[in-house]
């Protein structure tokens, strides 16, 4: 919109009627220039915990007042707010129609927030949970619609919070399960008082659920075990179960994080036959490098 990547963006879908808007912080009180932003809509607030380095995410809606404020203008009364102060982007999301009611604004913002934490990539800081409204049968289906569009937006824009953290299909957790194309192959990893599965996604390296962690930390550990630890202490049950799939940014950080030490990822990680994932990565790039000659 402004004739820089870095500037404010607009997004849509051909024979969609919703439009995406990405704002940085710094130009929300510049973008009154945008009539239709003052209608009613939907809003998400992006930045960083400085301290323990999560993503925030707050999810919110605004309905068009009678002072011309709508989305905009709600988004703008949080610049004072110290709560919100992480905040760096705003997304804004209207229909072209202006025809979301309080229902329907209701039911969207609470499908949105739940979606999110049931990724799990970011950490929600809503203070309560948004009222998922009362809509039919039909109008649910309608707006779900309307909310898989728009993830594809967001998700274009480089926020894909509500993408699932394991990108595969194949549930199966055995070492025999079949590879598919696309999907990478499962890894374990068996350590001192730890272990677990996971595989590399397109974001990172995941571990699935019921992980075991090392509770004592070696004295190699790098600070960002520790830091790990910390930044998950909700999905760490008290025997030091993992709770949920999460996401890594490497095999190193994920096998550090189970055994509580200073790993090499590439090594820890191994196929149930004992294949290290650095095994798996040569005998890709040999294929590749053969069938180039």
């Not at 707050?58 to 007042?65: C, F, K, L, M, N």
């Not at 703008?76 to 705003?90: P, V």
């Not at 779900?144 to 274009?156: H, M, T, W, Y």
Request: contains cysteine.
């Amino acid at each position: 919109m402004d004739g820089s990547p870095k500037g404010r963006i607009k997004c849509s879908l051909g024979n969609w009627v919703g439009k995406v808007y990405l704002v940085p912080r710094t130009e929300i009180t510049r973008s009154k220039d945008r009539p239709e932003l003052s209608q009613t809509g939907l809003y998400m607030l992006f930045g960083t915990d400085t301290e323990s380095g999560d993503e925030l995410l707050y999810v919110g809606q605004a309905r068009e007042r009678k002072n011309g404020n709508g989305v905009l203008g709600r988004v703008a009364e949080h610049l004072s707010d110290e709560k919100l102060d992480y905040f760096t982007h705003a997304i804004l999301i209207i229909d072209s129609d202006n025809s979301f009611g309080p229902t329907e604004i209701s039911y969207l913002e609470n499908a949105f927030y739940r979606q999110a934490i049931a990724a799990g990539r970011v950490r929600t800081v809503n203070g309560n949970d948004p009222s998922p409204g009362n809509v039919t049968e039909e109008k649910q289906a309608e707006l779900d619609e309307f909310i898989a569009n728009a993830k594809i937006l967001i998700g274009s824009l480089g926020y894909r919070v509500f993408d699932e953290v394991n990108d595969s299909t194949v549930t199966s957790h055995h070492s025999s399960e079949v590879a598919q194309p696309g999907i990478e192959p499962l890894l374990y990893l068996k350590a001192k008082s730890a272990s677990g599965s996971g595989r590399q996604t397109t974001d990172g390296f995941v571990v699935l659920a019921g992980a075991r962690l090392r509770k004592e930390f070696t004295d190699s550990a790098p600070d960002s075990v520790k830091k790990n630890r910390e930044r998950f202490t909700e999905r760490i049950s008290p025997d030091g179960q993992l709770l949920s799939d999460t996401l890594f940014s490497s095999p190193t950080a994920a096998s550090n994080f189970l055994t509580g030490s200073s790993t090499n990822g590439k090594l820890t990680w191994a196929t149930g036959e004992g294949s290290t994932l650095n095994d798996l990565e040569q005998a890709e790039l040999e294929t590749v490098t053969t069938s180039d000659l």
